[in-house]
Every structure is written in C-alpha cells, then in structure tokens.
C-alpha cells in the first residue's frame, strides 16, 4: 500500500518539477496592457427605479465594463484577498513550489493531478488569457506566463489586474461591476465587512457570491478573516468585530422586464450616456404587485395550454395612461424580446369594434340591420374572393350588436365595405393604430400586423369617454446630482365622441355576457366590462383585450414561429380566462361602477327584428341605446305601426329610420374567421344562434 503511494507521489511529482523547468528555460513573452477598459469615473451611483407608489422596484445598472486602479481598491480588500488566495504573493516569483506541493499532497490519494495551490498569477493568467481545461499542456503555459508576468509587472500592477479580470458571480466581471453589484458603491468607498464578502467570493463565484445562499456565505466570510488573523493582518477583535457588523447586501431587483422597458426609455429621451452616468432616481408607471401578478398569472396560464407557447400582457391605467404592469413573455422576467411591444402579430377579429366604432360615426346604430348571405368579391386575374364565417355557416339578418358580439365576419367585411377602407385606416390612427391603407377588405379579420401595446392603445379611446391616452412607463425623474425633477405628465386628447365610445363600449359588453368571450360572464355581471377577442386564421394567435371603467388589460398568446395552435385556440377560450385571473387582482378594492353615460346618448325601446320603434303589438322588444340623430323615428310597420305619426327628432339632429347602403368592391384578402368560445350555449336575447369569432 505504501509503495503504491510513493509510486503516484513520484508519477504526479515528476510533472510539476518539468514545469518548473520548462518554465524556468523557455519563458514566454506575455501580452497584457495594465487597463484594457475605461478609467471608472469617481462619485458614481446607480439608477434607482420605484414603481408608481414608491416602493422601490430594482436598479439600473451600467453593462460598460470599467478599470479600477489599486489606489482605488481598499487595502482592506487587497489584504483580504491576498491572505485567502495567495499569502506568499508578494514572495514568490508566480509560481508558489510549497503551496503546489502542499496541494499535491492533499489531492494525491484522489488519484488526480492537483489544480490546488495556483497563485494569484496564475489565476489571473487562467482567467485572462487560458481556458478551463486540465491538461499538462495548459499549466505549462500557466506557469510560462505567470513566471513572464512576474518579471514584466509590479506586484500591484498583477493585483490591480487580478480586480479588474476576475469574476464575481451574477454577472459581475471586476471589482467595478461587483461594488455596484452588491453594494451600489464604487470600490474605495466599500466597508471592511464588504470587502471581506467579496474576498471569499473568487473561489467559486456561484456559491459564495454575496446573494448567494446565506449560510455558505457566512461561514465563507468567517474563513476570510480567520486566515487573515492566521497572516497577523488583523487581530481576533477586529475578526468578532467584523462578524458582529455583516455587510447590507443589496437584493436583485423586482420585475427585470419592466426594469428593461424604463431603461430603454431613458436611452431614447436622454442618449446612450444616460445609463453610464447614473444618479437617477426614477417613479415608473408600474405597481410592483400587479407586475408580480401579471408574470405569474400569464406563465400559469400559457403553460396550462402549452408549455412551448409565448403570451404577452398589457395593463394600463385608463385615466393616466400609467403601464401598470407590462410582460413580454412567460419567461420575460429575465428581460430579454419584449413581445408586449415589440411582436408584431395579426389581431384577427380583435380588429373588429374599431370597424364598428367607426361605422356609428357614419350612421350606424347597433340596431342596424345587416345580413351575412355569402358574397363574392373578384380579386382580379380570374379569382374570387369569398369571405365566410366560422365553419362556412350563414345565419341571415341580424342586427350589428349581435354581429359584433358573435363576430360575424361577414358582416364585418360588408360593413368596412360601407365605411370605405381608405376612411377606417384613417379613423383607426386617429385612434393611436397605423395600418396599411390599400383598399383591401381583408382589414376586416385583422389581417395587418400590429402590437399588443398598439391594439389596447387603440381600444382605450372606446374605454375612457373618447380620450386617448398615451401609455407611460416613466412618471418623473429625480436627478440626484442637481437636485431636480423632471415630470413626464400625462398625454390625452380627444379623439372619438363621447357617444360613439359610449354605445360602442355597450354593444362590446355582450362579448362577455353571450358572445365569444361568454365564459367571462360571471365577471361581467359582478363588475361592468368590456372587450373582444381576436384569433387569426387556422388559430396561429389568440387576443383578449377588455376594459372597465379604470383598466384597460390585452393578453396575446401564440408561438413565436407562427403555426396553428390547433381546433379550440382561441381568444375566448386561451386568452380571456387569463386576462379574467388577472383582472380580479387588479380591480379588486375598485368601485365596480359602470362606464360614465354622455350627454348624445339617449335609448328607446325597439322591435330588434325591424329596428323600428316598439308598438304595443311588438311580440319582442329591446330597449337600445343610440346616438342621438340616429335613432328611429318610425313605429313598427310590420307589428301596427303604419298608422302611427313618426316621432320627430331634436332640432338639428336627422332621423335615421333604415339602415345605411352598403356599396362597394374590395379587392382581394385571405379567408379568416374566430370560432366562438366553447364553454356554454350562446343566446344573445333575440333569437340570434352563435356566429364565429
């Protein structure tokens, strides 16, 4: 057993001293130059970021790598360092014999060459210059240019390098980015309880890192300073001092996506410089809980559906255009593609109550009556166009309330037909929503593409009264240096008449009571709401975007290479129950109030299957709301009305007693449709069977 000791002594010995030989006769020529990143500017301090009730969310931090000269780097740290990685540094010439033979030792009954006992040369010429593999061939190199270094360069020169070129854990490459990291300091103004975290932290970065787990951290601190005691660079007292004071970490930040989208504000409104300067002190739009919510609420319920499906969610304060809570994927908590604001997908029928809203401008009342009989466009070239509904099904006349809420399409074509597609396109970005303008009814399915953040953009106007609000992400800005803020107020303007958004925002509330999003009708009933889904042609995206009276939330789900999501994905049924989970968190402890009425906005009572005024003979009636001047004026011809005098209209308002034309030819356009949510039978009150979505 001892022979067989002695042998692997001798075979592992036998190496390291042709090592030392080799290093000794064949010294190699190093490359290094003493800063290789910018000088870190003094008196710098982070950007701090606290959501819109001033709890602090997280920081900003520079991604510029920086150089830290030594006299900047507390002699605390150093000795600290030195005594837990190298206590003969300053004896050895980069190789230290004893400490590789002491290690030898130590390993040599594991059977393997010992990767103990490298200096902080050596590590430095491991970390700048070599890979990680044991080999022969890469500590012979180690060594050959440890050995070189250690001629070319001071002590302190190899230490200032050491700071600057090792890791530290979470990202952080060099003390620089480890003081901010960890502390929010810059390296001369760290205390002896942080330098002595950060001394331990080199020998494995993923476990003794400062917010690594607590106990391990501890009792590698404590090893810290207890070899620093051992080297009589400190005394027992000052150790149990040390230990008595344990440095304030400073914990990672809250909500990274949404820390990424104020940044990237920040660079557009002030430059580049912005970030490197620091010393900001920023109120976001965002409340950290919702955001929390928002993150968990749409990973829950995308990998309920699939695990290898994306999602985005949109929160917005209707009043203050505030982004309360923005998430740009299931895993955006890291940051990274925001697809909230940056994916750009098509809307599918979500595109539909701006067609509708844009026809009430034009005369059309949710009463109006409209059939959904096929017809036939020519795209030119001898091809037909033919739009259909959802599993090619005719349903006859029915008014555009019920064909808004079942999402007929189409209607919706013929009506955008009437609008003129050169008209919507115009109305819509009014409404904050830039699309294409060939006269191409396909805009009818929601065939061009836009953003989740573009489409509740678009719908606000329809939830807040006609106002349009931009969104915001940033409330004010402290600068910490000059001592002064600067507001980022909120941007409204009216951009749709108050009964138009009023009657709209009425007929979208069936979406949710019995039409494709009639799984939210419980919501509905207990707090008024409304919204439309969307689902784009053979399922490739599913849209819910509702509102109530305070918020306004869009959900998108879809892979990100477009492909079907298979029969039943769709908006009601993938995307809505999300936006319902998260908006019980959001308004909760919110007045359940209704949406404000306008003056403009008057309602009579009507036979829905003429849209003519009610008579006592009317077998079914429904009281309906209009803007005023569109309203009816002729009693039920076909239930005793025709001996009835009209009513007559307020002065200046014209009486709209029958449906608008529909003129009109399109060109060509793809076939899309949305099948209506599948949970429960649809019933719209007036004998209307279930459309498509």
């Known amino acids: 057993m001892l022979y067989r000791r002695h042998a692997a002594l001798k075979k592992l010995f036998s190496p390291v001293f042709l090592l030392l030989f080799l290093a000794l006769s064949f010294a190699v020529s190093a490359h290094a130059s003493i800063a290789t990143y910018p000088e870190l500017p003094t008196g710098y301090s982070s950007i701090r970021v606290f959501d819109v009730q001033n709890r602090y969310v997280g920081r900003i931090l520079p991604a510029q790598r920086y150089w830290v000269s030594i006299d900047r780097i507390p002699l605390f740290l150093r000795k600290a360092l030195v005594a837990t990685e190298d206590a003969r540094f300053y004896e050895h010439g980069g190789i230290d014999v004893r400490g590789i033979a002491r290690a030898l030792v130590k390993d040599v009954v594991k059977g393997r060459l010992a990767e103990g006992g490298s200096t902080i040369t050596q590590q430095l010429i491991k ?14 190199k180690e060594v050959q240019l440890a050995m070189d270094f250690e001629k070319k360069y001071t002590k302190d020169q190899i230490l200032e390098m050491y700071f600057n070129e090792i890791y530290f854990g979470n990202g952080a490459w060099g003390i620089a980015q480890a003081a901010r990291q960890y502390f929010d300091k810059n390296p001369e103004e760290l205390t002896e309880a942080e330098c002595s975290l950060l001394a331990g932290v080199p020998k494995n970065p993923g476990r003794y890192n400062p917010l690594g787990d607590l106990a391990k951290v501890s009792a590698r601190r404590s090893t810290v300073l207890s070899r620093m005691v051992s080297v009589k660079m400190i005394t027992p007292q000052q150790k149990r001092a040390i230990e008595a004071h344990p440095a304030t970490v400073i914990k990672p930040g809250q909500a990274l996506a949404y820390l990424e989208i104020v940044r990237r504000q920040l660079v557009e409104r002030y430059g580049a410089h912005v970030v490197e300067q620091g010393g900001l002190d920023v109120i976001a739009a965002l409340d950290v809980n919702l955001q929390k919510q928002a993150e968990q609420t749409l990973r829950d319920g995308v990998k309920k559906v699939n695990p290898k499906l994306q999602g985005a969610l949109i929160c917005m304060d209707l009043k203050t255009g505030d982004i309360l809570a923005a998430v740009g994927g299931v895993d955006n908590a890291k940051g990274g593609f925001n697809r909230a604001f940056a994916a ?15 026809a009430l401008d034009q005369g059309y009342t949710p009463a109006s009556l409209m059939n959904d009989t096929p017809v036939s466009y020519n795209k030119g070239n001898g091809q037909v166009w033919r739009p259909h509904n959802y599993e090619k099904k005719s349903f006859g006349e029915m008014p555009l309330r019920a064909a808004l809420a079942h999402s007929n399409n189409v209607i919706t074509v013929k009506l955008l037909e009437s609008v003129g597609v050169n008209n919507f396109v115009t109305f819509a970005g009014r409404m904050g929503l830039s699309l294409r303008s ?3 009814l396909s805009l009818a399915l929601g065939t061009d593409e836009v953003t989740l953040d573009d489409l509740v953009s678009a719908y606000s106007p329809l939830a807040n009264g006609g106002i349009r609000t931009e969104g915001r992400t940033i409330v004010k800005v402290f600068d910490r240096n000059r001592k002064s803020w600067t507001d980022n ?3 409204s303007a009216p951009v749709l008449s108050p009964a138009t958004a009023y009657v709209t925002t009425e007929m979208m509330k069936d979406v949710l009571t019995y039409g494709t999003a009639k799984g939210l009708k419980n919501f509905s009933r207990q707090r ?3 919204g439309k889904t969307g689902t784009t042609d053979d399922y490739r995206d599913a849209w819910f975007v509702g509102y109530t009276p305070q918020l306004i939330t869009g959900v998108w789900v879809g892979y990100d290479k477009p492909k079907p999501g298979g029969r039943g994905f769709t908006g009601g049924v993938v995307s809505a129950p999300i936006w319902e989970k998260f908006m019980r968190v959001a308004t909760a402890g919110k007045p359940a109030a209704d949406f404000a009425r306008p003056e403009g906005v008057i309602t009579v009572t009507i036979d829905p299957t003429t849209a003519q005024l009610a008579t006592p003979e009317c ?5 309906e709301d209009f803007i005023a001047g569109t309203e009816p004026t002729v009693y039920c011809t076909k239930h005793g009305g025709e001996g009835m005098p009209p ?3 307020k002065e200046g308002q014209p009486a709209q007693t029958e449906q608008p034309g529909v003129p009109g030819q ?19 009150g007036a004998g209307q069977v279930e459309m498509l979505r």
Request: hydrophobic share 25%.
């Open 127 to 140: 970390n700048k210059f070599l890979t990680g593999e044991k080999s022969i061939d890469r500590k012979v």
């Open 344 to 358: 750009k997908r098509q809307p599918g029928s979500a595109i539909k109550p701006l067609i509708f809203a844009a």
């Open 438 to 440: 060939p006269n191409d």
């Open 489 to 491: 107020p909120t941007r």
């Open 528 to 530: 008024p709401a409304a």
């Open 619 to 623: 077998p079914t009636t429904k009281e």
């Open 647 to 649: 009513t007559h209209p």
């Open 666 to 684: 399109p060109e060509s356009a793809p076939s899309q449709g949305e099948p209506p949510a599948q949970d429960q039978p649809a019933d719209d």
